[in-house]
Every structure is written in structure tokens, then in C-alpha cells.
């Protein structure tokens, strides 16, 4: 099977990368290329289909995308073209060479207002620039009757910019001044692992499934973040408290709850952004991981 990866550069991407099954013959690409890596621009509509058009991929996963929700505000054109025209161009592509297409998307869909897990086929409603564009995104790839989305929310792993890497930054420096960390402990979703992610995007795309089942078995719209809920206030302190059990903090900082309204940003974010993952977990064939573990896990792959 051939697969050709987009975003290579970034988190997932990397995880993915690194996590590759050795019988896939993969096409990595990012934004400007690198080693081992082709450029692709997602912005550039053509670039998009001329790689479908060159490489006939038997999926395209499209795993790059714009994540920057507050600066997607100041950028909507640009997070339109990356996060929508992407999706559109490999669809329209892919359904004259024949492949198939798994676009990742995110819990930003949802306007949060709801308070229980949203499930697969609820209807969106997007606050901000970027949750828009993404679900533009969901509907263009969708378009291709052999496509799937995969959404998660609140993604960190053990490289990239992320959460779980900014708190152990200020955990170090706030234990070292003595400075209280606030953190807004009126948003709630579920911290989700790369490493769990990208085995949930390997399985959405056929591979380790069971070769007897149809390709176009199963949901084409799947949730996938690891178990159970969380503030972001509880993910610092359990980023705190496991980062000194890896031995990657000599002492956590206080972490203080604050609201969202005490830290304003440009873009509004969901409240409540917890995913119902039970159909897609079973259709899947994996196992949930608690948060917890799943940080565990990373912060053994972290550098201190
Ligand atoms: N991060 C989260 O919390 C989160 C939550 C829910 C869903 N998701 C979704 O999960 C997927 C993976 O996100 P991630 O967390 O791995 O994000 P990430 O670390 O920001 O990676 C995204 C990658 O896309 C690349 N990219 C941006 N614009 C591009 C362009 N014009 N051409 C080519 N590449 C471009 C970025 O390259 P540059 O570094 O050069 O910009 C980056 O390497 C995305 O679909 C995202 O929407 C993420």
C-alpha cells in the first residue's frame, strides 16, 4: 500500500514517521521538504493534485494543517486554503486516480456548548476561523465516497509545539522563581497522545485490520482521543507531578486554576470538547489508554 503523508514536519507527522509500518511504502511530505521529506505547499490547490496526479497514493493522509486557532483569525484566507482547499484538491484528485483519503480534524468543530461527548455524526458549529476552516475541510474530503475523517482534540506528544512541552518549560521556571502557574480550569476535553493518535490513524486507513473486512467497512466520520476528561488545569498538574516521577523536573510549580475569561485570546475556543469515541474505538479495534498513561508514556520519549 502506498500512502502519501502530509504534514510530516509537524507533531502527528512525526509521530507517524515513527511509527510507520515497514510493509507501507510512504511518501512523506512537509511544507518546505527536508530530509527524507518532499515539499508540498497544502496552500497551493494545484501542488496538492499533481502529487495525487504523480505518486497515485492508495490513501492520502492528510495529517498537515494550519493549527495556529488564534492567528487563523488575522489569517483567514490562508487557514482556508490549508485546512479546506487542501482536502478539496486531494478529493477532487483522488477520485479520478482511485485512492483514498483519511483527513485528521479536531474537536474545534463543535461550538462546546453542549456538556456531554459530541458525537460522530452531531452536527457542527465552529467558533473561530480555524474550527470553521477545518470543517470545510471535513465536508470537501468527505465529498470522496472513499474518504474518512478521523477528529481528536487537545494533541501533544514528546517533539513539536504543544501544551505538555510549554508546561514542563514553565513548571522549570516557576519552581525555580517560585511563581504560582495559572492555568484555565473552565475548559474541558481530553489530552491526547500522538503515539496513541497515530496508531488510531494507521488503523483508520486499513492497516493492522482485519484483511477479510471490505475497504469501505466501517464509519466514515471517527473520533479518536485517549480516555476519560480533564481540565487544562489538571493536565499542568499531572504535568507537573509525572514530569518529576520521569525525572524530567526537579520540582513542579503551583498551579492555580483561573477561568478563560481571565486569559482572553484572540480566537474562542469550546468549553466543553470531549469526543464520543465508543463506535469509533470498536470499529477501530483499539484500546482506550486513560490520559494519564497515555502523558506517561510521552514523558518517558521527552528530553528533560
Ligand atoms: N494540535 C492539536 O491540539 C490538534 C487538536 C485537534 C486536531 N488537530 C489536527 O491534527 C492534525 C495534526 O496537527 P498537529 O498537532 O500535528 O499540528 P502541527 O504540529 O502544527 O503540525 C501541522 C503541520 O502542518 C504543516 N503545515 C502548515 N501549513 C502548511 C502548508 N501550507 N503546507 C504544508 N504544510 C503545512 C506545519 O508546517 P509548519 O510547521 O511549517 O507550519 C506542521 O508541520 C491537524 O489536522 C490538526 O488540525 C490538532
Known amino acids: 500500500m502506498k500512502v502519501l503523508l502530509t504534514g510530516a514536519a509537524g507533531q502527528l507527522g512525526q509521530a507517524l514517521l515513527a511509527s510507520q509500518p515497514p510493509e507501507l511504502e510512504l511518501i512523506a511530505t512537509s511544507r518546505s521538504g527536508g530530509p527524507g521529506l518532499l515539499a508540498l505547499d497544502l496552500a497551493d490547490a494545484d501542488a496538492c493534485r499533481a502529487a495525487v496526479r504523480q505518486h497515485c497514493p492508495d490513501w492520502v493522509l492528510n495529517a498537515g494543517a494550519y493549527t495556529a486557532v488564534d492567528r487563523a483569525e488575522q489569517e483567514p484566507a490562508l487557514a482556508q486554503a490549508v485546512n479546506a482547499g487542501a482536502p478539496e484538491a486531494f478529493a477532487e484528485a483522488l477520485a479520478a486516480a482511485g485512492g483514498r483519503l483519511l483527513q485528521v480534524s479536531t474537536d474545534f468543530v463543535f461550538n462546546g456548548e453542549q456538556g456531554w461527548p459530541y458525537g460522530p455524526e452531531q452536527s457542527v458549529d465552529p467558533l473561530g476561523v480555524y474550527g470553521a476552516s477545518k470543517a470545510a475541510g471535513e465536508a470537501a474530503a468527505l465529498a470522496l465516497p472513499g474518504a474518512r475523517v478521523l477528529r481528536t482534540g487537545w494533541v501533544y506528544g514528546p517533539v513539536g509545539r504543544n501544551f505538555c512541552r510549554t508546561m514542563l518549560r514553565l513548571h522549570r521556571e516557576r ?3 517560585g511563581q504560582p502557574l495559572g492555568v484555565v480550569a473552565d475548559q474541558v476535553g481530553c ?6 493518535l497515530a496508531a488510531a490513524c494507521w488503523r483508520a486507513i486499513g492497516v493492522g485490520t482485519d484483511a477479510k473486512r471490505a475497504p469501505n467497512d466501517g464509519p466514515r466520520i471517527l473520533h479518536w482521543s485517549d480516555a476519560g476528561a480533564a481540565s487544562w488545569y489538571d493536565f499542568a498538574v499531572a504535568i507537573g507531578e509525572l514530569g518529576v516521577a520521569a525525572g524530567l523536573l526537579e520540582g513542579a510549580a503551583a498551579v492555580a486554576p483561573i477561568t478563560a475569561a481571565d486569559y482572553p485570546t484572540p480566537a474562542r475556543r469550546p468549553s466543553y470538547s470531549l469526543l464520543d469515541c465508543t463506535a469509533s474505538r470498536q470499529a477501530l ?3 482506550p489508554l486513560h490520559w494519564r ?5 510521552v514523558l518517558r520519549l521527552c528530553v528533560a
Open 293 to 297: 498513561a497515555a502523558l506517561a508514556q
Open 191 to 196: 489530552p491526547t497522545s500522538t503515539l496513541t
Open 285 to 287: 479495534n483499539l484500546e
Open 175 to 177: 519552581a525555580a522563581s
